[in-house]
């Protein structure tokens, strides 16, 4: 993770520089090992549609989380899934796929969904044998992409897990940023019908948890006090 400096202004007057912790020390924070990075940039030519690119990066955090609070889930098959889940969308029409996902959507443009799970699949089982990827690994990770959306029960802790992962970005402030111009929606609408969509459908209780605490984070944002301090310069933003 690179440092990124925010101000030059330092109103102590010393450094503190020197009690910085060091990267693995500080709980939460993540990056990328040598096998995701590898099968990340295979994928990513499959992920240039409909900001999936960035969900799977927003998604591939959230599962890193989740495996620190459940470490009986394997992560050598959820973090390959949830990077290659949506891949198949990469072969769906844009503007079908938005239909597929609408909040009124009918079923009319299901078949869209099943095909991006199962294009997905085909993908997957592509890019990890390219990458060296188990043949057993290989199987259960294709088996948990080719249903992830559809499929109203889960397979195991792993396919939990990637499940979670992708609809607890729902409310992640990018969920919410790709919400709004996509439906038509303000930020506050676009809060309120992703954290509906979102909560129920989760099947782990750490899941849940993370789900209430970006709401919460996004209701104090968008409270008529948080607006109040803007409004009056006591916040940045």
């Known amino acids: 993770m690179k440092n990124v400096s925010r101000s030059p202004i330092n109103l102590l007057g010393r450094k503190v520089s020197h009690l910085i912790p060091a990267f693995d020390d500080v709980p939460g924070i993540i990056s990328m090992g040598e096998r995701d990075t590898l099968i990340w940039q295979l994928a990513q030519p499959y992920l240039r549609t409909r900001d999936n690119d960035a969900h799977t990066l927003y998604s591939y955090g959230i ?9 009986e889930a394997h992560e050598h098959i959820v973090l390959p899934a949830i990077i290659l889940h949506d891949t198949g969308w990469s072969t769906v029409d844009e503007s079908d796929a938005i239909q ?6 009918d079923g009319s443009y299901s078949w869209a969904v099943f ?3 199962k294009e997905g699949a085909r993908i997957a089982r592509e890019i990890l044998t390219e990458a060296g990827i188990p043949a057993t690994d290989i199987d259960e990770i294709c088996e948990i992409i080719d249903g992830h959306d559809t499929r109203l029960t ?14 607890v970005w729902r409310v992640s402030p990018h969920g919410i940023d790709v919400a709004m111009p996509r439906f038509g929606l303000d930020r506050e609408e676009s809060v309120r019908i992703n954290g509906y969509r979102a909560y129920d459908d989760l099947f782990t209780d750490e899941a849940k948890s993370m789900s209430l605490a970006l709401m919460a984070v996004e209701c104090m944002d968008l409270s008529p006090q948080m607006y109040k301090l803007r409004s009056i310069g006591r916040l940045n933003g």
Do not use: C, T
Request: overall charge positive; glycine content about 0%; charged content about 40%.
């Open 100 to 105: 597929a996902i609408a909040p009124d959507r």
């Open 63 to 71: 599962a890193r989380q989740l495996l620190r609070r459940l470490p």
């Open 115 to 117: 095909q991006h799970e």
């Open 154 to 167: 889960a397979l195991s802790l792993n396919d939990k897990l990637v499940k979670d992962s992708d609809k």
